[in-house]
């Protein structure tokens, strides 16, 4: 009798803690754009995270945008807790009150000891969001099919001088900018231009000479692909995504710098994300300044912090030196601009509801 009791007892404890530990296992859902730019987080910040907290990381990819995240919260059925999103998305989110606030002062000092409000890039921090990367959209062609390659954004939509089918990413963003320069706008006056109607028509009216023979893309792994195929002669990219197809699989990319748009990408946090302490959690675990650095040894995007920088060296497994492959490299900088999330945030619906028009026509 005492025994059964006893046992009974046990099982019932057992039950119990086994039930608490379930109840207090770290789940985690983390969103990114999937590819060689989620392998690199997957490598610098999921494996470490999991090894520090046990926590149980379920990730899932997406095409950007705020969509998803709009939906599950206004549908109060929030099944993402933290999502990678670029700057102009981030902003939009926030604004309408998608997302959960960041006390900055709660992120870790940089490895120098350097408050983080400093050690942070400038424009890096928002309300709303943390950086983690410096990132850009570049174009590229397979040099073992074109001798002497394109060197100007100009190049990119001349089809007489370098004929064959050309890869854009699906969207006004990035395109219209890409055409003004094409178009002879320097790159630092670009969104001068496209913040008149007369600049947006002009954008309009050079993408038109490429139309017909563009192939439009939507998900970051295409275009190496695509170019991997000889579906087009030359692409607009991800310049990581460029990068780890040389790196990593020995494709003759060549990437043209020449009117590149570099932007960031940021960790928002949905807002009534269910694993919230988690989520905030991972956010300050990934964006510490040794987390940033070993991201850039998978994929060629500059760290969001100032004291990563010394820490970036090789590429994980070759003999490449990453510093010259990041957007940030002042050789890579002589003609470029830096995405105007104000200007996105503020025009992006209009100007792709005319982007869309424009491509049913």
């Known amino acids: 009798m005492k025994l059964n009791k006893l046992l009974t007892s046990t099982a ?16 985690l859902t983390v969103v990114s754009w999937g590819g060689a730019y989620t392998k690199s987080q997957v490598e610098a910040y999921h494996k470490p995270f999991i090894a520090k907290t046990g ?5 899932e990819d997406y095409n950007g945008g705020i969509a998803e995240i709009k939906a599950q919260v206004e549908a109060g059925n929030v099944t993402w807790d933290i999502v990678d999103v ?35 890039l400038a424009g890096t921090l928002y309300d709303c969001a943390v950086a983690n990367i410096v990132w850009s959209t570049i174009y590229a062609y397979d040099s073992s099919k074109i001798a002497d390659g394109p060197k100007t954004m100009a190049d990119f939509f001349d089809l007489q001088k370098f004929p064959g089918k050309r890869g854009l990413r699906k969207g006004a963003k990035v395109n219209l900018e890409f055409a ?23 954008a309009f009216a050079k993408l038109d000479t490429i139309k017909s023979e563009v192939v439009w893309w939507e998900a970051g792994a295409q275009p190496p692909q695509m170019l991997a195929d000889g579906e087009v002669t030359m692409t607009t990219a991800y310049n990581g995504r460029i990068f780890n197809a040389v790196a990593g699989e020995g494709k003759p990319f060549e990437i043209v ?22 989520a905030m959690e991972f956010l300050k675990f990934s964006t510490a300044t040794e987390q940033l650095a070993a991201q850039a040894s998978y994929i060629s995007y500059g760290p969001a912090r100032k004291s990563s920088a010394p820490l970036v060296g090789k590429y994980h497994n070759k003999d490449i030196d990453m510093g010259p492959q990041m957007p940030t490299n002042p050789a890579n900088l002589a003609n470029a601009a830096q995405s105007d999330f104000e200007f996105w945030a503020d025009n992006a619906d209009q100007l792709n509801e005319r982007f869309n028009a424009w491509l049913a026509n």
């Open 12 to 27: 019932i404890g057992v039950a119990v803690a086994l039930g608490s530990v379930a109840a207090n296992a770290k789940e």
């Open 257 to 278: 710098w020449d009117g590149q748009i570099y932007d960031l990408d940021l960790w928002v946090i949905p807002k009534g994300a269910k694993n919230l302490d988690t």
């Open 86 to 120: 670029e700057l102009s998305d981030a902003i939009r989110a926030c604004d309408e009150g998608l997302l959960e606030t960041i006390d900055h002062a709660s992120l870790p000092a940089g490895a120098d000891g350097t408050p983080a409000t400093d050690d942070f």
């Open 55 to 59: 926590a149980k990381i379920n990730s």
């Open 180 to 202: 003004l320069i094409a178009d002879g706008v320097p790159a630092s006056e670009v969104y001068d231009v496209l913040g008149t109607p007369e600049g947006v028509d002009r």
